[in-house]
């Protein structure tokens, strides 16, 4: 299994961000991709991305085989709701794990939860997907979007041995459309890719991140 880097690794919150302003745009008015409503929130956020994202996603879906799409479950994630869902998180932690000081709590916990200050989702640079065939029915990926360490054995990990060789076959052929299009993937999390943001600056030598964190849907994208 390849080295992984953590979100809470120092390094990712030291990429600096220079705010490009695009829009966040809904998945929805796009022929090309389905979104999954699993998800759904009131402001309808879970559909949205960046511009780039957006456009990045059809030329993924290009280079996928024919009757295959992606079903988009997860895009832009508030940055209150992702400062409960670390909040959630970390606590779980400790509880779990006693011996824990802080600094290693937030690590555990970002195994599967992005520290607020650099999560991907709340820039409208990550998405979260999977593959389903032209019929609706989704393919078999090893574990379900959103299994965590602990629940699957580590088997939401990208490259995790102990996987079918249907479930791996998949999972390659949804990375190589999404890496040929400039994606990057969360290693703890296959369905997770992002662009534009501080870990994507971060795996791709990037001078700085395109995304910053954006509050919700109605903010003004500040240029910096």
């Known amino acids: 299994m390849r080295e992984i880097v953590f979100l809470s690794d120092s390094r990712i919150a030291e990429v600096p961000v220079k705010e490009c302003a695009e829009p966040l745009v809904d998945l929805r008015t796009l022929e090309a991709v389905r979104v999954d409503p699993r998800l759904a929130d009131e402001a309808s956020a879970y559909a949205h991305v960046r511009q780039s994202v957006a456009d990045r996603l059809v030329v993924a879906q290009t280079r996928l085989p024919r009757e295959l799409r992606f079903l988009i479950i997860e895009g832009f994630r508030p940055a209150a709701l992702q400062r409960r869902y670390f909040a959630s998180a970390v606590t779980r932690q400790r509880a779990a794990h006693p011996d824990l000081d802080d600094a290693s709590a937030r690590i555990e916990a970002s195994r599967y939860v992005s520290p607020p200050e650099v999560a991907p989702h709340s820039t409208g640079g990550a998405v979260d997907l999977t593959l389903r065939s032209s019929g609706g029915v989704e393919l078999d990926m090893g574990t379900a979007v959103n299994a965590t360490p602990p629940e699957s054995d ?57 995304y910053g964190i954006v509050e919700d849907l109605t903010a003004d994208i500040a240029r910096t």
């Open 154 to 210: 580590e088997n939401c990990y990208t490259d995790a041995p102990d996987i079918s060789p249907e479930a791996r076959n998949n999972r390659r052929i949804m990375g190589d459309a999404l890496i040929s299009a400039g994606f990057v993937n969360y290693p703890t999390e296959w369905w997770h890719w992002s662009f534009g943001e501080r870990y994507w600056a971060f795996i791709t030598q990037a001078r700085y991140a395109r």
